[in-house]
């Protein structure tokens, strides 16, 4: 009614829109999602295929390699003599072990320092306190790593604040060693361990715990029965994060350690001192190994299921 | 002396973090190839615009890091050569940066020199053109590490010992000999402290000089097999009391000031800090004598700016001006009259012939043993890293 | 009372930081009883089943099941169960697990719970569903589970906290007949909270209203709806049409506040005879066909605009023009008076 009694040129009519290149592709792309889809994960897939794959190819191409003691080149001739060397060396293994028991240590210490912690904040804590916890366990991961294992060198240290604190009562400091290592290990990979099983706990709804309760179920069995099965993906989640960041370390021992090193020193040593490229990627090969193992075992469980 | 930067802590680690069998090889040849077809100045000519310099860092300071610390400025108004300076922090970097040939000066240490003189990275040096080398130690002129068949190939920059420091209240009466730290160790069980890294066993080589005189040790940078086992025994003895090696200077630092290393290997700037703390530690250097450090600034084969680049080695050269940076890195400088604008030479025993004496400096071993033998092959520096490694566990 | 109530709730109180959900409500709901509370969101009638179920700790007040204080027990100290709004299925056990766990905790043995868990699923005629996710599930099917899950630990007092709201229309229908029957054979006390006054009128045997933390009114859904005692009451639950003190006087001849049902109304062309009629003049608004009748809106010459349902039968004058001439009249007896709460 309105448009015939308008005259004309008072409302001009909307221009159609311009046939441009732009808007053509656009009209091809929104109807063939495949091509769109294929578009969108070009970059990502290409940086993911070369910074993840090629790299890792390449240090299991490099431990095949080895370096020629006259010249220092290395030779790219195939040969398994660093990969022997390093499953048969019992300086490799006894270093493996030690770090591969330090990484569980760490692991089975975060974790239990986690849970509650992330228990409190997720389900317990009011919603103001439950910022300023998150804030909290953020926190430390704003300050820089070395500062915080210099800061436990401090503590740990013979005139250090925990030798203060527990001489009254007989105890002494651990002093620098494996002890030293696991607790400040433990302490700059909880944020991470944390974090995941907090993120898991939001997604449990309160009313999960509350009808096992309304139903019978003790807090213990609540938290086997309903809690842990939920989060159980997070908690490994979490342990991926603390398992891999230990075993790969190599600052934090030599700055708590003591005369301790770990698999990471040796790759440090071969790389930095010893120019020996290809021992130092066989070595890195055994991290490497321990955590594909450690995802294998993982998936068999069935938590990766419902990541 | 406080003020020492981490940049040359980091310096002082890196020259030790020698490594590499690319020396070896280079070494290997060096009689053979001798200095290359590089050639020496003789004479000077007019200055260029720009001399771009390769350093440890804290060798080249312009007031940067810190307004008072400056002897850039002054070389740069005298001579109108604008420096560009580059700061590294391994020997094997240093090498394959001064291999690109875009620097015309670099400060080398022990283990990096003999590679670039067999490569021909760089050029012998007149020293005729440099007023101020006469007035350098002549303890440090001439050396296996700055000279190749008689021709000079650098300046001698600074040096430096590893001590052995002691806690005073541990040790009321100076310790005489490093057995403190390795026959003695035990008594300071999980607080003896040692140098982290495969250079290291030269210190026990030194050791063994003196306390089995039978293994026939000259050099403790030429171990044949048997005397290499030995130094390695050693060490593997000692490393049941090792409470933690160091190789960060504010690392050892620490660990004497709060009492969790109480005796091990240590350089004068270390003490020098600790003394400025008031804490209870001392250094000496024991009758069995010491490894130590000694560094060279040299001119590439490929200098556009030679000029420039043999009036900076004149500067650095010129007693105010060492005086000046080897204050700032913390180690003794190459003359006598530095010691004039310096108030601690004496800590650092400057000019000291027979403290320098007793002094091993760094120097990378090869298979070709350094100490002259020839019927026996020495072992080589990548086994000296494998074996350190060994050592710690 | 001379028999024990299942439920009796004396002054409790409920307080979140400064805010009063609950304000000193007294209850007593008789063992086998179907009771709704009834309210908007807010009210606190949700609150007051959460602290029945031991989920909330009163800041006042105490709680008793048969006769025994529970207040400060853990919900599973309480012989009561909830199906929760959104049925709170584990997600990570089968349909039987879920059903099975309350019987599990109880430590009954794995067939026994298993055969109890199986008829308790074929009660709400899903045994065949037994081996599925609650994901795997319907949102119907979810709640009859979610039920199952509460009932087959046989608690004396059930607690249903809005447990048809996610449910389409129809579905709501049908399942409101089904909770009825399964609280009919069961014979135990069913707590229902809602926000829907037409749920609540259909299936409680009595009704609180809440409003702001308090019991507005108490009674059958007919005392409600016939005799609301408030003008919440008679707003919220179902419509009204509601008179103000100087209305009532001037067009009921009564005092105070008051209250007419819209299909306690009549539309004619004349005013009508007869005793107790009382009628008022206005003119046609609106007029809409709603299925089952005739929604007709009227603005009354004395102010007020009202709400007049008739059955479609009857609308003599459906075909009125907007804008005509039309009396409203009503019974006596239809008129509600309306006592302000606290009165």
């Known amino acids: 009614m309105t448009t015939t009694t308008t005259p004309p040129g008072v409302t001009r009519p909307v221009p159609a829109p311009r046939r441009t290149a732009a808007r053509r592709s656009s009209a091809f792309l929104a109807t063939h999602p495949r091509v769109r889809l294929g578009l969108l994960l070009t970059a990502p897939l290409f940086w993911l295929g070369v910074v993840y794959i090629v790299a890792l190819a390449l240090l299991l191409v490099t431990a095949l390699w080895s370096v020629d003691s006259f010249t220092g080149q290395v030779r790219t001739e195939w040969t398994f003599d660093n990969i022997v060397q390093v499953v048969t060396g019992s300086l490799y293994q006894t270093v493996t072990l030690r770090t591969l028991g330090i990484a569980l240590a760490v692991t089975v210490i975060d974790v239990a320092l986690a849970l509650p912690i992330a228990f409190y904040m997720a389900k317990v804590a009011t919603p103001r306190m439950q910022r300023i916890l998150l804030i909290a366990v953020l926190m430390p991961l704003w300050a820089s790593y070395l500062v915080k294992a210099y800061a436990w060198r401090s503590v740990l240290s013979q005139e250090g604040i925990l030798e203060w604190l527990v001489s009254p009562f007989g105890g002494h400091t651990p002093g620098y060693g494996l002890a030293a290592t696991v607790v400040t290990l433990s302490y700059l990979w909880l944020p991470y361990v944390i974090l995941p099983i907090y993120a898991g706990l939001e997604r449990v709804p309160d009313s999960l715990l509350e009808a096992s309760s309304d139903l019978g179920g003790k807090p213990g069995r609540t938290f086997r029965s309903v809690v842990l099965p939920l989060i159980f993906p997070s908690i490994v989640a979490g342990t991926i994060f603390s398992f891999s960041l230990s075993l790969g370390d190599y600052i934090t021992v030599n700055i708590v350690g003591g005369a301790n090193q770990m698999l990471g020193n040796l790759v440090y040593t071969n790389v930095g001192a010893a120019n020996n490229l290809p021992l130092a990627a066989a070595i890195a090969l055994i991290p490497i190994v321990i955590i594909f193992g450690y995802l294998a075992l993982v998936r068999r469980t069935g938590a990766l299921d419902n990541l | 002396m406080i003020t020492l930067t981490r940049g040359a802590r980091a310096a002082m680690i890196a020259s030790v973090a020698v490594g590499s069998v690319l020396l070896l090889s280079a070494c290997g040849t060096a009689g053979a190839s001798g200095g290359g077809a590089a050639q020496e100045a003789t004479q000077l000519g007019e200055m260029e615009k720009t001399v771009s310099i390769l350093a440890w860092p804290g060798y080249v300071e312009d007031g940067s890091n810190d307004p008072t610390v400056d002897w850039v400025s002054g070389f740069e108004e005298k001579t109108g050569c604008t420096v560009d300076a580059k700061t590294y922090g391994t020997s094997d970097e240093a090498v394959n940066l001064m291999k690109t040939g875009e620097y015309d000066v670099m400060a080398a240490s022990g283990d990096a020199t003999l590679r670039l003189i067999a490569s021909g990275d760089v050029a012998p040096v007149n020293t005729d053109l440099i007023p101020n080398y006469a007035g350098v130690y002549d303890f440090l002129k001439d050396k296996e590490w700055n000279s190749v068949d008689g021709k000079s190939y650098g300046v001698p920059h600074g040096y430096g010992a590893n001590l052995l420091m002691y806690n005073t209240e541990k040790f009321p009466q100076a310790p005489t000999s490093w057995d403190v730290v390795f026959d003695k160790a035990g008594e300071n069980a999980g607080k003896v402290t040692a140098y982290d890294s495969p250079i290291y066993i030269a210190d026990a080589a030194v050791y063994l000089m003196t306390h089995q005189p039978d293994l026939g040790i000259t050099n403790p940078y030429a171990l044949d097999e048997t005397q290499f086992q030995a130094a390695v025994d050693l060490l593997k003895a000692q490393r049941a009391n090792v409470g933690e090696y160091w190789s960060d200077y504010l690392k050892e630092i620490q660990s004497f000031t709060s009492g969790d290393s109480v005796v091990g290997t240590t350089w004068q700037v270390i003490q020098n800090s600790l003394a400025g703390e008031g804490a209870p530690t001392a250094v000496t250097l024991p009758k069995e004598g010491v490894t130590g450090w000694s560094d060279t600034w040299m001119i590439s084969s490929k200098a556009k700016s030679p000029n420039c680049a043999y009036a900076w080695l004149d500067w650095i050269a010129s007693p105010e001006t060492n005086a000046q940076a080897t204050a700032y890195f913390g180690e003794a400088p190459s003359s006598q009259k530095a010691c004039d604008f310096r108030d601690d030479c004496e800590a650092y025993h400057a000019g000291d012939a027979d403290y320098a004496s007793k002094i091993w400096y760094w120097t990378t071993p090869i298979a070709d043993c350094v100490d002259g033998r020839t019927d026996v092959q020495c072992v080589d520096y990548s086994k000296w890293t494998a074996a350190w490694q060994e050592i710690k566990g | ?343």
């Not at chain 3, 807010?42 to 008793?64: D, H, M």
């Not at chain 3, 599973?76 to 709004?85: A, G, L, S």
């Not at chain 3, 919440?232 to 209305?247: E, I, P, R, Y």
């Open chain 3, 1 to 343: 009372m001379s028999v024990i109530p299942a439920i009796r709730v004396t002054g409790l109180t409920k307080q979140f930081g400064s805010t009063t959900a609950v304000d000193h409500v007294d209850l007593e709901i008789a063992a086998g009883e179907f009771f709704s509370m009834l309210g908007p969101s807010g009210s606190g009638k949700t609150t007051v089943l959460r602290l029945i179920a031991g989920f909330e700790q009163p800041t006042g007040g105490t709680v008793e099941l048969f006769g025994q204080d529970v207040t400060g027990k853990a919900p599973f100290d309480r012989d009561v169960n909830t199906v929760f709004q959104d049925y709170a299925l584990f997600p990570h056990m089968s349909v039987l697990d879920n059903v099975a766990y309350g019987l599990r905790v109880r430590g009954v043995p794995r067939t026994e719970r298993r055969d109890r868990a199986m008829r308790a699923l074929a009660a709400v005629r899903l045994d065949q569903f037994a081996g599925r996710k609650p994901s795997q599930l319907s949102g119907g099917q979810r709640q009859r589970v979610a039920l199952a899950r509460a009932t087959v630990v046989e608690p004396k007092v059930l607690l249903l906290d809005e447990p048809l709201g996610a449910l389409d229309l129809k579905l709501r229908e049908q399942m409101q007949v089904e909770l009825k029957q399964i609280q009919r054979d069961l014979g135990i006390t069913f707590i229902f909270v809602t926000h829907d006054q037409e749920e609540a009128l259909t299936m409680s045997d009595r009704i609180a209203v809440f409003h702001d933390g308090r019991i507005e009114q108490l009674g059958t859904p007919r005392d409600l709806y016939e005799r609301p005692a408030s003008r919440f009451v008679a707003d919220f639950v179902g419509t009204s049409n509601l008179f103000d003190a100087d209305l009532s006087e001037s067009l009921i001849g009564r005092r105070g506040e008051h209250s007419i049902r819209p299909e306690k109304l009549t539309v004619s062309a004349e005013p009508p005879s007869g005793a107790q009629m009382r009628s008022a003049s206005g003119s046609l608004v609106e007029s809409i066909y709603v299925g089952s009748g005739i929604r007709q809106v009227i603005d009354l010459d004395a102010g007020p605009r009202v709400t007049v349902l008739e059955r479609n039968d009857r609308s003599r004058i459906a075909d009125q023009e907007r804008g005509g001439r039309v009396h409203v009249s009503w019974h006596e007896d239809d008129v509600v008076a309306l006592i302000p709460p606290g009165a």
